[in-house]
Structure formats: structure tokens, C-alpha cells
């Protein structure tokens, strides 16, 4: 029940906007149980781990709607990264052209 209230409260955090700073303190299994498993993890010499999600808006395009050439944009993206060091956040950090909160 507690994780499913955590889970809610971060649906409703993203959906506003907010920060992802929610996570830190919390340990890497609330990360993992909320946000599913990570995109990519690098494992850092000192222990530390790095959980980074990666999250992309799809568009349904309509025919002709857009350049045929090279010039379109990439799909907005926004990249979190989490910090994980002793099994709990201690940070994060976010890279993207869609990256609606900050840390």
C-alpha cells in the first residue's frame, strides 16, 4: 500500500511539472519499484551506481505535416539520471530537449 501511494504521489509530481528530487534519500528499490527498470546503469570503481531513464514523446505525424529532408528536429526527450550510492539516491540530474523538471 505504501509503495502504491509513493507511485501516485510521483504520477501526480510529473504531471505537474515538478521535480524529480521527490526519489532522493529514498532507496534504490523505491526508484526501481516507482519508475521501472533503468534505460542504462554504468557502475562506477567507487561502488556507486548510476541509474539513468530515458523518456521520449511520441507524435502521431500527419501525412506531409513536416520536412521530407534533413532538416526535422529530433523527438523531444528528457534523460534523468539518479545517483546511487550505499543503495539510496543521493542525486540526480537531467540532460534533454524535454526535461520538464529540474534538479
Known amino acids: 500500500m505504501r509503495k502504491l501511494l509513493f507511485a501516485a504521489l510521483l504520477v501526480l509530481a510529473a504531471c505537474d511539472g515538478q521535480s524529480m528530487d521527490v526519489f532522493v534519500g529514498h532507496s534504490e528499490q523505491t526508484l526501481r519499484d516507482s519508475l521501472g ?3 542504462a ?6 561502488g556507486t551506481r ?6 521520449e514523446r ?3 505525424a500527419l501525412p ?3 520536412p521530407l529532408d534533413d532538416t526535422a528536429q529530433a ?3 528528457c534523460s534523468t ?9 543521493a542525486s540526480l540530474s537531467h540532460f534533454g530537449n ?3 523538471f529540474s534538479s
Open 75 to 77: 523527438a523531444p526527450f
Open 58 to 60: 511520441q507524435y502521431a
Open 50 to 55: 548510476v541509474l539513468t531513464y530515458r523518456i
Open 64 to 66: 506531409a505535416s513536416g
Open 37 to 39: 527498470p533503468p534505460t
Open 41 to 46: 546503469v554504468v557502475y562506477v570503481p567507487d
Open 81 to 89: 539520471s539518479f545517483i546511487i550510492r550505499n543503495g539510496f539516491v
Open 98 to 100: 524535454d526535461c520538464p
